[in-house]
């Protein structure tokens, strides 16, 4: 194994590992796949995913697979259903590493798999539980073997294009019918552009059959079990009205995805002008990119359009594209390199880019020393810490790019693992037990046969996990909710502002139990932090029964 892929590795290890069970399961999404795979692992059906013990048509079950298979190691928590995306993110700062060496040399392989690593695109999505990296690493790789299958002239080699069609399958597995379409949407065009001879009769038939075996059974037992109706539920509604209609996102402009995937390379997309020559020289002397170039542009390019013209969007959905932009993204920071010793290399637009990178990492850390710890719950030392060393970095950075310029990818790798550390340690970690669980505990401990229990308007989707037993509801409306707490021994986890307005509308009398400070730190925005306004994040949760204590 090259030295330069166990840097890629071990890097990637650190950026996406460390402190994986920091937060707890989020009441977003990610708290779908961590409890669906749970009640796998507690009715040991594992062929119908559940959510809240009931059937959950929404995802393929791959990934719910992957999760219960890691609980079943590990036990149940939150760092084990979050192994499988972190091994993903590492699984793509490979290939990464290994696009870059094979098409533009060691250093380049290097660096790219640097920037997938320390991105923050990708160490985010590694640290949810969620199939989207997954689903992209699986894109990668076929794209990436269909790519191999291509590279050498003559007929289309046959292996690498099993080896498409494996992760294809898998693709479509984890997700559905976009995990073919983005590989087919980006080497079609490629295999058309080189006018290949090649697609023999015997080896596409085979990497047919490799992918219908590994994609189709599955969506056959499925079908064989609950009819159509799952067929329908997920392919019409949860593919094409996904794509197609505002039924599930908010419609949002075309041009949505461009700073979704500028922000999600950062502090690498302060580099983003090193293309800048390239393109002018295409314009003025039409000096043509080279192969590998150009079918990294088309794999970047195709997909994007792809992703751009769905009226449903969403940023993690744009991660497959991450990967060819950090390999050109690192191909350009190479080139450069290579020629900022030569008197006409251009060492100050690279020294500038790298000046840049250490910027962008220090505002990150003035924003985290900004944020009020204790007003918000969190660790004031660790915070304050986070930001003082991710400051520190982002000047060290500074000062590697102005001293030699053969420092600045290591500088701002090491740059961006400090400031995603500092994240993860000092703004999404709270101190102790996360207040989800403590609510939990204590509602497990009141939680007697009889009863009922239920959300409302906060841990709608996170707490049944951490519960471990079905809740009613969550309602849909206020009549629902009244109904529920006159009609039988209940208890209810809601906002106070919720309770205050709810109590005189319910017939029985409501008991306070508890009440909880909640600081969602997985729904922050940059702007709240810098407004340094903590009221109007922190909501207080209490938990409330209709029966006396």
């Known amino acids: 194994m090259r030295r330069s892929l166990l840097v890629v590795l071990a890097v990637a290890g650190v950026a996406f590992f460390a402190g994986l069970d920091r937060a707890a399961i989020s009441d977003a999404d990610e708290a779908f796949y961590a409890e669906a795979a749970r009640e796998m692992i507690e009715s040991g059906d594992y062929l119908t995913p559940r959510y809240n013990y009931e059937n959950r048509f929404q995802k393929p079950v791959l990934f719910y697979w992957a999760v219960a298979a890691a609980y079943a190691v590990a ?39 640097l920037i997938v690593s320390t991105s923050f695109g990708c160490v985010a999505m590694a640290r949810l539980s969620l199939p989207d990296l997954p689903l992209a690493f699986f894109i990668t790789a076929s794209i990436a073997a269909g790519c191999a299958a291509l590279f050498e002239p003559g007929p289309v080699r046959s292996r690498p294009m099993l080896l498409a069609a494996m992760a294809a399958g898998l693709g479509f597995l984890t997700k559905g019918p976009i995990g073919l379409i983005v590989p087919l949407v980006v080497l079609i065009p490629i295999l058309l552009l080189e006018r290949r001879d090649a697609l023999r009769l015997g080896p596409t038939l085979l990497a047919l ?25 997920f392919f019409l509604t949860d593919n094409l009205e996904r794509f197609a209609t505002t039924r599930f996102n908010y419609p949002r402009p075309a041009w949505f995805y461009v700073p979704i995937i500028l922000g999600g390379l950062l502090p690498w ?40 013209v769905s009226v449903g969007k969403q ?84 000062l590697a790019a102005m001293w030699r310029a053969s420092w600045i990818p290591a500088a701002v790798a090491l740059a961006g693992l400090v400031q995603m550390l500092s994240l993860q340690f000092g703004l999404f970690s709270t101190p102790g037990t996360d207040v989800v669980e403590r609510v939990a505990l204590e509602l497990r401990t009141r939680l007697r046969p009889d009863m009922q229990w239920t959300t409302h308007d906060i841990f709608v989707r996170n707490l049944v996990f951490y519960v471990g037993s079905r809740q009613s509801g969550p309602f849909e409306n206020d009549a629902g909710l009244i109904a529920f707490l006159r009609d039988q021994p209940a208890l209810t986890v809601m906002t106070l502002p919720e309770y205050e307005r709810l109590a005189p509308l319910v017939a029985t009398p409501l008991y306070e139990i508890g009440r909880w400070r909640f600081f969602n730190a997985s729904a922050l925005r940059i702007g ?10 922190l909501r207080t949760v209490v938990l409330v029964s209709n029966r006396p204590n």
């Open 209 to 233: 059959f490799v992918f219908a075996t590994i994609a189709l059974p599955w969506y056959g037992a499925m079908t064989a079990v609950h009819g159509t109706a799952y067929l329908h539920s």
């Open 75 to 113: 036990g149940v928590g939150a760092a084990a259903a979050r192994i499988s995306s972190a091994l993903s993110g590492i699984g793509i700062a490979a290939i990464a590493w290994y696009l870059g060496r094979r098409w533009f040399g060691e250093r380049t392989g290097l660096i790219a798999g």
């Open 315 to 398: 940023p993690r959905y744009v991660l497959p594209i991450l990967p060819p932009v950090a390999v050109l993204l690192a191909a350009a920071l190479d080139e450069r390199l290579a020629s900022a010793g030569r008197p006409a290399g251009g060492r100050r637009l690279l020294v500038g880019c790298g000046i840049a990178a250490g910027v962008v990492v220090i505002a990150a850390g003035i924003v985290l020393l900004m944020v009020p710890a204790a007003a918000l719950g969190l660790d004031d030392r660790a915070l304050r810490a986070a930001g003082i060393a991710t400051s520190i970095a982002g000047v060290l950075a500074v």
């Open 528 to 537: 709240t932090l810098v407004e340094r306004n903590p009221e109007r994040e």
């Open 269 to 308: 997309t302060a580099f983003a002008p090193l293309w800048i020559p390239g393109i002018v020289g295409f314009i003025r002397h039409r000096a043509a990119p080279s192969r590998a170039t150009l079918w990294l542009l088309l794999w970047a390019v195709f997909p994007l359009l792809l992703f751009s």
